[in-house]
């Protein structure tokens, strides 16, 4: 079970249960890749339904891939976040929706920023294929 989902978002033979979409997160990793993060908030409720926290820190160039359970008829938030504040240095993310590996989205990124925390969010709905901005 994926930390801070419930019973009913738990992956189970690579298929998601009662209701969701299984969605799968790519995230690509570049120089200080132990500064990415990233995670998935539900729209509707305001919560986070899943997060890298469980699989960090990231090593430098290496691809992962997770597999998360989301709501399908709920719009939903990619957050990409870095502890530096300086961007994600060239690392990227994207998304496919798991029962048909259709991309949501692809190329997800962070540009250098100031700060001690940067945040960017891409909005879109598991059960769909485009994705939405806000």
């Excluded at 820190?57 to 504040?85: Q, R």
């Excluded at 949501?104 to 901005?133: I, T």
Aim: proline content about 2%.
């Amino acid at each position: 079970l994926l930390a801070g989902l419930t019973a009913s978002r738990e992956v189970v033979g690579g298929c998601c249960v009662v209701r969701t979409e299984l969605v799968l997160v790519e995230l690509s990793t570049s120089r200080w890749g132990d500064e990415v993060g990233w995670r998935i908030e539900n729209l509707a409720l305001g919560t986070v339904v899943a997060n890298s926290s469980q699989y960090t820190p990231y090593s430098d160039f290496t691809v992962y891939n997770h597999s998360v359970c989301l709501d399908g008829d709920v719009k939903h938030a990619f957050v990409g976040t870095d502890t530096a504040g300086d961007g994600w240095q060239g690392a990227t993310a994207s998304l496919r929706r798991g029962s048909d590996g259709c991309l949501v989205f692809a190329g997800f990124q962070m540009e250098n920023a100031p700060g001690a925390r940067f945040e960017s969010s891409f909005p879109f709905l598991a059960d769909q294929v485009s994705a939405y901005l806000e």
